[in-house]
Each structure stands twice: as C-alpha cells, then as structure tokens.
C-alpha cells in the first residue's frame, strides 16, 4: 500500500502549475498525431468510454468538463468501494487528472483526446489501504460497464504490494492469468470491450517490472514517454513473466497537461497520464471504425507503433509511440479486406486476396519477390516462417485472427490481416 500510495501522490500532487496562455494539449496530442483524426472528423462522438480509478473530485463543477456535462456526455458514476453512487468531493483527484486526458474540453486552451466521448465513472481504489478487495471491486466494476454499455475501460491502477497480511505479487505472477484484477481484464476484453492500462510506474525501482492489470494478454498495456517519444525514467519494463510483449505502446506520460479538483491545468508524470491518451486514440478510431473488434483496433494500434518492426520489451518501448493516423490507415485497409473477400485488395508494396482455402499474395511491382512469408496469432505471437511462398492454406489454420509479414526482396516488410 505505502509504495503505491506514494506514487499516487506524486503524480497528483507534485504538479507545476503554469499560466493558461496556451494550448496546454499540444504536445500529448502531437506525439500520438491525433491531430490527424480530429481533422477527419474523429472525436470519439458515441463511444462510450469507462474510467476506474480513485474518484474524481470535482468533477460536476470544474470548467475542463463542462463542455462534456452539457453535451450530456456523463452517462453514470458508481463508487464501489461504498457501494453507493459516486461523490465528486474528498474521494480523489488521480481519476480527476486521467479522465481529463481524455474528456476535457476549453476551446483555445485544453483538448482532450476524445473530448466527444460519453464518460463513466467507476471508483474502484481506496486510497486509505492497498488490500485484494480492490481488486474484486474493479472486477465488479466490469460487470457495471459492460451492464452500462461501455466500449472501452481505461484503468490507470497498478497493483504489486500491499498492505501487511494481504500479500504481494511477485514477478512470477505477472503471467496473465494469477491475479484477480488481470483475469477480470482479459474477462472483459473477451466482451467484446477494448481494455486499455498502465504498465506501471517501477522502471527505477528494484521492482521495474510491469505492475497488474498490465500483464493480461487482451488488453493493450502502455508505458510513459517523454513529449519527444523517449521512454521516461518511471515507466517499467517488460516482458511479461511468460515472455509477452508489454508494454504494448507508448504514449506521453512526462509533463503531460491534467486537470486539478480546484480547476487549475498542471503539469504531471506517470503512465498513469499516457494510458488514458491512449484510450481516446481508440475511441476515436472506434468511431471511425465501427464494425472493427476490440482485439482489430488493438492490433492496428500496435502496428502503428514508431518501433513495430523492432520491439523491445526489455528496453521497455514495446512497439513504441502510438501514430493515430498510421492506425486510422491500417483499419481502414482491414476494413476494405473484410468487405471485400475473394477480390484483390491492393496496396503500395503487395496485393493479396483470400478465398476460402488459399490466401493468395503478391508483390508490387512485379519485379519484387517474396522471399518470405511470417505468420502470426493476433497477438504477435507463435510466428511461423514460411520460406519461398507466396500463399498459405487457410483450411491448415484453426478459425481467428491472423497476421502475416510479407518479407520482400527490396528489405521491405508488409503486414496483412485476415481473419477465418
């Protein structure tokens, strides 16, 4: 409990607070360009997006959410650890300054990430103790989001130690499957619900490790950057303890722009802050991508990472800093493979078109060759080499969802969807 607890309040607390002459979201937004799809008409409008955190005190007053309180954006509130209706007073700030990142709004001054989003909010963490019944009750809360409707659960809590008697995590047990708190995750990513969390806030700590709900292989777990794209300091490494990726992606948790209870705009540190910047990349490619599935969107997010062709868990990047544009591309070409089965679907480097048994693939221009085909689970894992081919028997493959990395002879590679 003390050492989370001591980075809660650090990062909601040791702010630096500045004059509001500026567009305090420029750089958290830039760095994941979601410029981009805010110019394409992308906001999150109609996803609905559900926040467990600590509280959010102030809430139902401050300016940074008006714009979503009148636009009758706040869908429902819940504390369960009272098991009452939420209070926006002497609860916490922490779900204050994440659910900011993505719902704030003042014109000139503050953009969320996904500012058109509908919000919920559930309190699942009490800051008086660190005990396991916080995390029953964020499994709790899954059951009220899904009831509630959410698409996404974005969660900025990290749980290793705590308090004496309840027993602490080791590394063994960041598997995906020994906590409570990471099985209810993966519970609700197999609802269909995109889940988004923080890798942790241990990378200068004897534990530098990832932190739980992080490790639960459905969901995508992002690391803190710097507004450069530079891994800060704070953020954990990876892998998982059965050897995954994680983090996933990265996105500014360093100085990035949070709202305070009292209203003031500051400064903070934490992937805490990158997460739910994140969450409202999806929301809004969510938007722009109705029919896409939770594990589509995730998978195109990955993909979009600055570091997709060479990860780095141990380095704690994962597929590096998030590119909402470049995501907002590949779904719009998963879009076109699903819809058009059995015709070739043709991008600059490759075209390919799956029938029933065969997926038939081919470089652009002619002249290239394929020198070989990688295949893969969607979650980047199990890869197969298939060596001088240029289709691959899909009656061989169980039903799902697949990856391919189409080497070609230029060096380049080409990454394919499809799904059986």
Same mark, same amino acid.
């Given at each position: 409990?003390?050492?989370?607890?001591?980075?809660?309040?650090?990062?909601?607390?040791?702010?630096?607070?500045?004059?509001?002459?500026?567009?305090?979201? /420029?750089?958290?937004?830039?760095?994941?360009?979601?410029?981009?799809?805010?110019?394409?008409?992308?906001?999150?409008?109609?996803?609905?997006?559900?926040?467990?955190?600590?509280?959010?005190?102030?809430?139902?007053?401050?300016?940074?959410?008006?714009?979503?309180?009148?636009?009758?954006?706040?869908?429902?509130?819940?504390?369960?650890?009272?098991?009452?209706?939420?209070?926006?007073?002497?609860?916490?700030?922490?779900?204050?300054?994440?659910?900011?990142?993505?719902?704030?709004?003042?014109?000139?001054?503050?953009?969320?990430?996904?500012?058109?989003?509908?919000?919920?909010?559930?309190?699942?963490?009490?800051?008086? &103790?660190?005990?396991?019944?916080?995390?029953?009750?964020?499994? /709790?809360?899954?059951?009220?989001?899904?009831?509630? =409707?959410?698409?996404?659960?974005?969660? &900025?809590?990290?749980?290793?130690?705590? /308090?004496?008697?309840?027993?602490?995590?080791?590394?063994?047990?960041?598997?995906?499957?020994?906590?409570?708190?990471?099985?209810?995750?993966?519970?609700?990513? &197999?609802?269909?619900?995109?889940?988004?969390?923080?890798? =942790?806030?241990?990378?200068?700590?004897?534990?530098?490790? +990832?932190?739980?709900?992080?490790?639960?292989?459905?969901?995508?777990?992002?690391?803190?950057?710097?507004?450069?794209?530079?891994?800060?300091?704070?953020?954990?490494?990876?892998?998982?303890?059965?050897?995954?990726?994680?983090?996933?992606?990265?996105?500014?948790?360093?100085?990035?722009?949070?709202?305070?209870?009292?209203?003031?705009?500051?400064?903070?540190?934490?992937?805490?802050?990158?997460?739910?910047?994140?969450?409202?990349?999806?929301?809004?490619?969510?938007?722009?991508?109705?029919?896409?599935?939770?594990?589509?969107?995730?998978?195109?997010?990955?993909?979009?990472? %600055?570091?997709?062709?060479?990860?780095?868990?141990?380095?704690?990047?994962?597929?590096?800093?998030?590119?909402?544009?470049?995501?907002?591309?590949?779904?719009?070409?998963?879009?076109?493979?699903?819809?058009?089965?059995?015709?070739?679907?043709?991008?600059?480097?490759?075209?390919?078109?799956?029938?029933?048994?065969?997926?038939?693939?081919?470089?652009?221009?002619?002249?290239?060759?394929?020198?070989?085909?990688?295949?893969? %689970?969607?979650?980047?894992?199990?890869?197969?080499?298939? +060596?001088?081919?240029?289709?691959?028997?899909?009656?061989? +493959?169980?039903?799902?969802?697949?990856?391919?990395?189409?080497?070609?002879?230029?060096?380049?590679?080409?990454?394919?969807?499809?799904?059986?």
């Amino acid at each position: 409990m003390i050492r989370y607890t001591i980075v809660i309040l650090v990062l909601a607390f040791s702010t630096i607070c500045f004059g509001q002459n500026e567009n305090w979201t /420029d750089q958290q937004l830039e760095l994941i360009n979601m410029d981009c799809l805010h110019e394409r008409g992308f906001t999150g409008k109609g996803i609905t997006i559900a926040h467990l955190d600590d509280g959010c005190d102030g809430c139902d007053e401050i300016e940074v959410f008006q714009y979503a309180r009148e636009k009758g954006y706040w869908k429902g509130n819940y504390d369960f650890v009272l098991d009452t209706t939420l209070a926006f007073n002497n609860l916490g700030s922490h779900g204050t300054a994440t659910i900011s990142i993505v719902h704030g709004n003042i014109e000139g001054k503050y953009t969320g990430v996904a500012y058109d989003a509908n919000v919920l909010v559930a309190r699942t963490e009490n800051v008086a &103790s660190e005990t396991h019944q916080e995390e029953k009750d964020w499994r /709790d809360a899954v059951d009220w989001c899904i009831a509630n =409707g959410a698409d996404i659960i974005t969660s &900025s809590l990290q749980y290793n130690t705590f /308090d004496k008697g309840e027993g602490d995590f080791t590394y063994e047990d960041m598997d995906g499957k020994s906590t409570i708190i990471t099985n209810a995750a993966d519970y609700a990513a &197999s609802k269909g619900i995109i889940v988004v969390t923080i890798q =942790g806030n241990f990378g200068a700590d004897p534990w530098y490790y +990832l932190s739980a709900p992080g490790d639960a292989d459905s969901v995508i777990t992002v690391g803190a950057a710097r507004k450069d794209g530079v891994k800060a300091r704070f953020s954990g490494f990876g892998p998982s303890y059965d050897g995954r990726m994680k983090p996933d992606v990265m996105a500014m948790g360093q100085g990035t722009a949070v709202a305070n209870p009292n209203g003031t705009i500051s400064r903070g540190n934490g992937t805490s802050y990158a997460a739910p910047a994140i969450a409202g990349l999806m929301a809004c490619l969510k938007q722009a991508h109705p029919e896409r599935t939770n594990m589509q969107l995730i998978t195109a997010v990955r993909q979009s990472g %600055d570091r997709y062709r060479n990860p780095s868990a141990k380095e704690g990047y994962g597929y590096g800093t998030a590119d909402a544009c470049l995501a907002d591309e590949i779904l719009t070409e998963i879009d076109k493979s699903t819809h058009q089965k059995g015709s070739w679907i043709v991008t600059p480097s490759v075209r390919y078109k799956q029938r029933k048994r065969i997926m038939q693939i081919r470089p652009i221009p002619d002249d290239l060759k394929v020198e070989k085909l990688v295949l893969k %689970d969607i979650f980047e894992n199990n890869p197969i080499d298939l +060596l001088n081919k240029k289709s691959i028997k899909l009656q061989d +493959l169980d039903p799902g969802d697949y990856l391919v990395d189409v080497h070609l002879s230029d060096s380049s590679i080409k990454t394919i969807y499809f799904k059986i």
